[in-house]
T-cell receptor
Framework: DAMVIQNPRYQVTQFGKPVTLSCSQT?????MYWYQQKSSQAPKLLFH???????NEADTPDNFQSRRPNTSFCFLDIRSPGLGDAAMYLC?????????????FGSGTQLSVL | GQNIDQPTEMTATEGAIVQINCTYQ??????LFWYQQHAGEAPTFLSY????GLEEKGRFSSFLSRSKGYSYLLLKELQMKDSASYLC????????????FGTGTRLTVIP
């Protein structure tokens, strides 16, 4: 089945140790997103790619970077994780920029920072 | 800015009907989405409204009033598997796919 796949499902890192989360999609969608969702909070958009065009949200910390080497893959790099970065990270895709275009989410990576 | 409000928690009985409300104040409006999210899993799409009125899809219906900045999700014939968080999300800007999410309503269905 076509889908959005995130690996790993659970990731543990140490304070200050760089970590990379990965996302792949078989939907051939143009747009890929990274959301951060802390416990009992709303998913918060960090950034998105429209093809190779990178769009950063104004309040996304510089500590968060992203790469999209091709249509299928997108990575979230956290350069120096802090305790406050522990959260669920959700990758999502959509086919085009259109009002009724829904987002397809991966199952998320739960990041713990020790 | 964006502000989306939903009740934090609700409880309902199996077989009953429950309505989950969402109010929003956003800079621009280009559609409202409802997603279901089971604990530890990805949000899954339930419904989309861009015009005023009711959209029905099986046991789930969603209503929108743009003038009131208000939507609700109606779940009928509740099943135990409907226990989940229900997220209201608004697309604010024309031409942008960004969705702004509410914090979600955690629904517990009891026997």
């Amino acid at each position: 089945d076509a889908m959005v796949i995130q690996n790993p499902r659970y990731q543990v890192t140490q304070f200050g140790k760089p970590v990379t989360l990965s996302c792949s999609q078989t939907l051939n969608h143009n747009v890929m997103y990274w959301y951060q969702q802390k416990s009992s909070q709303a998913p918060k958009l960090l950034f998105h790619y429209y093809d190779k065009d990178f769009n950063n949200e104004a309040d996304t910390p510089d500590n968060f970077q992203s790469r999209r080497p091709n249509t299928s893959f997108c990575f979230l790099d956290i350069r120096s994780p802090g305790l406050g970065d522990a959260a669920m990270y959700l990758c999502a895709t959509s086919g085009r920029v259109s009002e009724n275009e829904k987002l397809f989410f991966g199952s998320g990576t739960q990041l713990s920072v020790l | 800015g964006q502000n989306i409000d939903q009740p934090t928690e609700m409880t309902a009985t199996e077989g009953a009907i429950v309505q989950i409300n969402c109010t929003y104040q956003t800079s621009g409006f280009n559609g409202l989405f409802w997603y279901q999210q089971h604990a530890g899993e990805a949000p899954t799409f339930l419904s989309y409204n861009v015009l005023d009125g009711l959209e029905e899809k099986g046991r789930f219906s969603s209503f929108l009033s743009r003038s009131k900045g208000y939507s609700y999700l109606l779940l009928k014939e509740l099943q135990m598997k409907d226990s989940a968080s229900y997220l209201c999300a608004v697309r604010g800007k024309t031409g942008a796919n960004n969705l702004f999410f509410g914090t979600g309503t955690r629904l517990t269905v009891i026997p």
